[in-house]
Nanobody
Framework: QVQLVESGGGSVQPGGSLRLSCAAS????????MGWYRQVPGKQRELVAT???????NYADFVKGRFTISRDNAKNMVYLQMNSLKPEDTAVYYC????????????WGQGTQVTVSS
């Protein structure tokens, strides 16, 4: 069992920045991929960005050039630096981890609200 705890959400004006953090509890299995997803009411949860253990990243087209994902494997942390935020970025952001046990098991954090509004 891996627990994920997000922090760093909040309210910001358009064009502003926020940095999300996610701490994963220790696991005897390796965390293969960590990432961020987001969801707005009435819509499906969508991928924002992921990073594999080998630092291979994947970004949704709508955040390319604005958001940057990073990991600190020693601390079991993943971060999402969000710049040039837009009102349409408003959502609950969820941390995600895939743990190799060796079958992949997916874990989710509780979510953190990001609101972009003037």
């Amino acid at each position: 069992q891996v627990q994920l705890v997000e922090s760093g959400g909040g309210s910001v004006q358009p064009g502003g920045s926020l940095r999300l953090s996610c701490a994963a509890s220790r696991s005897r299995f390796s965390i293969a991929t960590m990432g961020w997803y987001r969801q707005v009411p009435g819509k499906q949860r969508e991928l924002v960005a992921t990073m594999r253990s080998g630092d291979r990243t994947n970004y949704a087209d709508f955040v390319k050039g604005r958001f940057t994902i990073s990991r600190d494997n020693a601390k079991n942390m993943v971060y999402l630096q969000m710049n040039s935020l837009k009102p349409e970025d408003t959502a609950v952001y969820y941390c995600n981890a895939q743990v190799a046990t060796p079958t992949l098991i997916t874990y989710w954090g509780q979510g953190t609200q990001v609101t972009v509004s003037s």
